[in-house]
Nanobody, 115 residues
Framework: QVQLVESGGGLVQPGGSLRLSCAAPGIIFNIYTMGWYRQAPGKQRELVATITRGGSTNYADSVNGRFTISRDNAKLTIYLQMNSLKFEDTAVYYC?????????WGQGTQVTVSS
């Protein structure tokens, strides 16, 4: 019923950049808080960044200053611009939509930082 479509993952060298994208239906995008989470092998899923319908953002300390979350309301898409990537950023990144008791997840996109 609700599909979050993610793209942009890949393999990059340390210090490189990637931009992730997540498209959502308008009924979701225009109301829900959107965000990015990530999960590395053997670790719990962690919050990376969120952005509200009003544009308020929050970042995990580990990515603050390096990553930027944004939204394009016309394209119904959120982005995660990742700069100065580190080995420890390697994880599956998931798009998330949250509103009240309702939440939706994308299938994830792999980001690998390796030299």
């Amino acid at each position: 019923q609700v599909q979050l479509v993610e793209s942009g993952g890949g393999l990059v060298q340390p210090g490189g950049s990637l931009r992730l994208s997540c498209a959502a239906p308008g009924i979701i995008f225009n109301i829900y808080t959107m965000g990015w989470y990530r999960q590395a092998p053997g670790k719990q899923r962690e919050l990376v960044a969120t952005i509200t319908r009003g544009g308020s953002t929050n970042y995990a300390d580990s990515v603050n200053g390096r990553f930027t979350i944004s939204r394009d309301n016309a394209k119904l898409t959120i982005y995660l611009q990742m700069n100065s990537l580190k080995f420890e950023d390697t994880a599956v990144y998931y798009c998330n939509a949250l509103y009240s008791a309702k939440t939706y997840w994308g299938q994830g996109t792999q980001v690998t930082v390796s030299s």
